[in-house]
């Protein structure tokens, strides 16, 4: 008991700051911090500015005379094209929603079994997801082409989000966070008389949550920012984000539409961050559970 006391009041200790330390590291995030959100702030301005006021020579980072000219342009904008916003916006949820979570489904059910279960052939898998990492995208964009093109997906969602859903990085990280489950739960719902299914519905997603977490906010943003590249072709098909860039293309005329577009581009993406900020932070700080 006594030496129980002795490394609570040391833990205390290492924990306690003085008050000049913990002002000057309270300000020292605050910069940081500012500094991080200039972007953000200044598309938001941008937003709201008028066309006179975009052009001002020097620059105004804040915005003088807000206006919602900018979102009206570009619904009149969109309005006059022959396939309606909405599609745009369907076929981009579409992509961006099948997309993201079939990659969370597939990359948990191929992660468990290399986690939990050792067969031949296991770890010369892991090793391959893991030399998968090294290559860009630049570099499978030609055989990827190839795939889905001999397997007539060409110009449909499906040439977008199958490769999306293969993304190795999911599978990496959720191998990881599923072989920090101790085994002795696991082995205790068998005995219990769970199956493997509900082992994995019930126990191993939910202590994994951080992680596939982590993955909605690493895939979204790339879902939702395509433009079909390549592999869309027909109008009706394309994204939100090809639209809108091919409204941006119209000139100086334009610019505060293209503002507008910047920020409804930035907006979902960041918004999901900020509701999920908090097990991403766990994500980076956890090391899981132990026995």
């Not at 008050?19 to 200044?42: C, H, K």
């Not at 052009?55 to 904008?77: E, G, Q, S, Y």
């Not at 503002?259 to 090391?287: R, W």
């Amino acid at each position: 008991m006594q030496l129980k006391g002795k490394k609570l009041f040391r833990i205390e200790k290492k924990l306690n700051r003085s008050l000049p330390v913990s002002i000057m590291l309270f300000l020292f995030l605050v910069v940081f911090g500012m500094f991080m959100a200039i972007p953000l702030v200044y598309a938001i301005n941008n937003a709201f500015k008028p066309l006179d006021e975009l052009f001002i020579f020097p620059p105004k980072f804040f915005v003088r005379n807000p206006t919602l000219d900018n979102f009206f342009d570009l619904v009149a904008v969109m309005g006059d094209s022959w396939v309606p916003l909405s599609r745009y916006f369907a076929n981009t949820i579409i992509i961006t929603l099948f997309g993201t979570v079939g990659h969370i489904l597939l990359a948990s059910m191929a992660a468990y079994p290399l986690a939990k279960y050792k067969f031949p052939g296991s770890k010369l898998i892991f090793s391959v997801v893991v030399l998968s990492l090294m290559f860009s995208p630049h570099v499978t964009a030609i055989p990827n082409y190839m795939v889905m093109s001999g397997l007539g997906w060409i110009d449909s969602h499906a040439s977008l989000i199958i490769p999306a859903m293969a993304f190795p990085l999911g599978l990496f990280l959720m191998k990881q966070f599923m072989e920090q489950i101790p085994d002795s739960i696991l082995e205790a719902a068998k005995i219990d008389g769970a199956s493997e299914y509900r082992i994995f519905w019930s126990i191993v997603m939910p202590n994994v949550k951080p992680a596939w977490l982590t993955l909605l906010i690493l895939q979204f943003p790339i879902l939702w920012g395509t433009n079909g590249g390549d592999f869309v072709y027909s109008e009706e098909l394309k994204t939100l984000n090809y639209a809108l860039e091919q409204i941006t293309l119209g000139g100086i005329a334009r610019a505060g539409v293209g503002a507008a577009v910047a920020l409804i581009l930035m907006a979902v993406p960041i918004t999901l961050f900020v509701i999920s900020q908090s097990k991403v932070i766990q994500t980076m700080s956890t090391s899981g559970m132990k026995d």
